[in-house]
């Protein structure tokens, strides 16, 4: 377990896991154009595809100030700072969905589920920077696991709005 605070020995993993996320977003590109009347119609279906987007190039990020030589601290500070501002789309959506749904009558359920999640993945990141601040082993396993459970959240997501009949 010492091995954990050698950021070197994680590079690989972030290199891949960088790299995917830059595919993701070309990918997701592709199927918003492909799509492109129904999401530009549908201010749901635009928000999610916007957000989607949005996590990609956080975790794109994410991956490159793991990769960035620099002490543990600054890591664990900015990777904290990234996951608080990822946070606020799903807070906001929340928010959104439990308003529309007093005002309108009807409950997004899924839409809320969707959120928790996202929130949940952030929160382990968030914990995952706080965790390198105090120099645990552990921080850069929950960062990774947040990244990995943000990645498929996105990549399956997008594969919803693709096939959505909104």
Excluded: C
Excluded at 21 to 45: E, M, Q, W
Excluded at 134 to 139: A, L, N, Y
């Amino acid at each position: 377990m010492g091995n954990a605070y050698q950021l070197e020995l994680w590079s690989n993993i972030y290199f891949m896991l960088g790299s995917s996320a830059a595919g993701l977003v070309g990918l997701l590109f592709i199927v918003t154009s492909l799509h492109l009347d129904k999401i530009k119609n549908n201010p749901v279906l635009r928000r999610r595809a916007n957000q989607r987007t949005l996590y990609l190039f956080l975790l794109l990020i994410e991956a490159v100030l793991v990769l960035m030589p620099q002490p543990l601290q600054a890591l664990g500070v900015e990777l904290i700072v990234i996951n608080l501002f990822g946070l606020g789309f799903p807070l906001s959506n929340v928010s959104i969905y439990v308003f529309k749904s007093r005002n309108s009558g009807n409950s997004d359920d899924w839409a809320i589920m969707r959120a928790i999640r996202y929130i949940l993945a952030f929160l382990v990141g968030i914990a995952g920077g706080v965790t390198l601040i105090r120099q645990s082993v552990w921080g850069m396993y929950m960062v990774t696991a947040s990244f990995v459970a943000l990645l498929i959240l996105v990549a399956l997501n997008a594969w919803t709005i693709m096939f959505s009949r909104d």
